[in-house]
């Protein structure tokens, strides 16, 4: 449930830049780790073995086997990447050289251990440490989450292991297709409101909060007072639902028929970067659009299960892209096209400006090359490298690559990207929860194009949008490849069972047939 609750909640309270906002997903993502913690503990302590899906053998059927050594050593991995990021953050804020009064707008400089990561505004870095505590217990529990089987699930499996059958893993575990659903109708429910909003002319949030920072209409998109903030979650949203729906058809059955919602959803949500004007945002999303087409097209061909597809399920693939593609630019054409490329017009001297406060920002990063001057700390310390009072003093750097390596330095930013290439790398062992190919390479394009936008805008500086990315990282580390089907028993060898529930470790599972 808090789960859920946070995914529907973190757009709708205006993108949760505010920090009442921040703070309410700092308090359900600290429930989360709680609850995590409580699991584990149950787990070691008590031997409670937990009907995971990477405890799924395809070869017997039961909940028995072990995650492979390369599951376990990656999750350490990521799990030290984690705590080391943390390490930093904390580090910083207790060893802070300085910290910066806003009302005499003055650093007060304190003694401190240079070798050490420091902050040079230690009130800030508080605040990013406790919000990325929040953040990394969130994405640690979402991934354990998914991980898991219902009640439902392990007792089909376990019913289909004692009557002989093969035990088969489905393609999307009912916690993924839960998340997934949700997030992708929540996408669409709110772009259709960002559309509603832009088309009316509105200049409130929501038709609500008239925000202080861009009070004009053009400036805004649905609850973001910053329209590349908004282009940024969409472009994160609509390749995933496109995917689940790729991943729907290749299912089959019932569940084929329903996703049309999501490819409606994903149209909606790909004409929003559009609509919003986002120069960055609706150029990614161009490209993007047409990276998914061509990957759809030679998926459709090359594809080991491409031939095993019938003719008019191919039809039918292309039948609904045509049919988002028409949808999504006629949206985007309609109500965006004419004041983007107004702007599309002027680029050159938007980014000329931008290029200009990255060259004053790059002398901090050379100043402080390993541990930069602190998490949250650009806004403060950037005033201090200024060529003139005329030289304008950004919030963020509009570019999240060089803000990172500014503020984290060499030695954050490596163990971040670091963290992000274990993810990648977990694809690759066994044991992983369900999917398919086709939804990890639109997860991957959402990333993908998120990373492209951190270059020219500030979409890791959004807490929305960085719990986004995050939940997708913690989907691509629970999928496989090859969901797998179980052997049915054998006369002489029985399948092994797993009453989890009741198992101490160490015990050997009762067998479900005799």
């Known amino acids: ?14 993108g949760t830049t505010q920090p009442w906002a921040i703070w309410c997903m700092n ?22 073995v937990a009907p995971r899906w990477e405890n799924f053998s395809p070869r017997t059927g039961a909940l028995t086997r072990r995650p492979s050594p390369a599951t376990r050593r990656l999750r350490r991995v990521l799990a030290g990447l984690t705590l080391a990021v ?19 707008r003055v650093f007060e400089y304190q003694p401190h251990l240079a ?24 994405f640690w529990a979402v991934g354990d989450w998914l991980a898991g089987m219902t009640c439902t699930e392990e007792r089909r499996l376990l019913t289909q292991a004692r009557s002989g059958s093969p035990a ?8 993924l297709r839960s998340l997934l659903w949700l997030l992708c109708l929540n996408g669409a429910v709110l772009g259709v409101e960002a559309i509603v909003q832009r088309a009316a002319g509105s200049s409130r949030l929501l038709f609500w909060l008239q925000p202080r920072v861009n009070p004009g209409g053009e400036t805004q998109f649905g609850p973001y007072a910053y329209r590349s903030n908004a282009a940024q979650y969409f472009n994160l949203v609509w390749p995933l639902s496109l995917g689940f729906w790729l991943t729907l058809r290749h299912a089959g059955g019932r569940s084929a028929v329903k996703s049309f919602w999501l490819l409606l959803s994903a149209a909606i949500m790909a004409a929003c970067p559009v609509i919003s004007t986002s120069r960055a945002g609706a150029l990614v999303a161009g490209g993007m659009l047409l990276a998914a087409l061509l990957y759809v ?13 019938p003719g008019p399920s191919r039809w039918g693939t292309a039948g609904g892209m045509l049919l988002f593609l028409i949808v999504a630019v006629a949206l985007g054409w309609h109500f965006g096209w004419d004041p983007l490329f107004a702007r599309l017009e002027a680029i050159g001297g938007g980014y000329e400006g931008r290029e200009r406060m990255y060259a004053a920002a790059q002398p901090m990063a050379r100043d402080y090359p390993l541990f930069g001057t602190g998490p949250g700390t650009f ?11 005329d030289t304008f003093w950004p919030e963020q750097l509009h570019n999240d690559w060089l803000e990172t390596l500014i503020t984290f330095g060499w030695l954050g930013l490596g163990l971040l990207l670091a963290a992000l290439a274990v993810v990648g790398l977990r694809w690759l062992a066994p044991g992983r929860s369900g999917g398919d190919r086709r939804l990890a390479a639109m997860a991957w394009l959402a990333l993908g194009g998120c990373l492209v936008e951190a270059r020219f805008d500030f979409p890791f500086q959004v807490h929305s949008t960085l719990f986004l990315f995050l939940v997708i ?39 479900l047939t005799s």
């Open 1 to 14: 449930m808090l789960i859920l609750v946070m995914l529907v909640f973190s757009p709708w309270a205006f």
């Open 27 to 48: 308090g359900a993502e600290y429930g989360l780790g709680a609850l995590l913690l409580m699991k584990l503990f149950i787990r070691q302590a008590r031997g409670y």
């Open 86 to 104: 943390l390490a930093e953050c904390l580090i910083s804020a207790l060893n802070a050289a300085a910290n910066y009064n806003v009302e005499t």
């Open 115 to 138: 070798w050490l990561p420091h902050s040079f505004d230690g009130h800030r870095t508080w605040f990013y440490f406790w919000m990325y505590l929040g953040l990394a217990g969130a």
């Open 168 to 175: 088969e893993a489905p393609l999307l575990p009912a916690r």
């Open 297 to 309: 097209g030679w998926s459709s061909l090359f594809l080991p299960d491409a031939s095993r597809q």
């Open 379 to 389: 806004a403060t310390v950037f005033q201090l490298y200024r060529y003139s009072y």
């Open 473 to 511: 990282c913690a989907i691509l580390f629970n999928l496989r490849r090859h969901p797998g089907a179980a052997r049915p028993p054998t006369a002489d060898r029985p399948s092994p069972g797993s009453p989890s529930r009741r198992r101490a470790r160490g015990t050997q599972p009762e067998p």
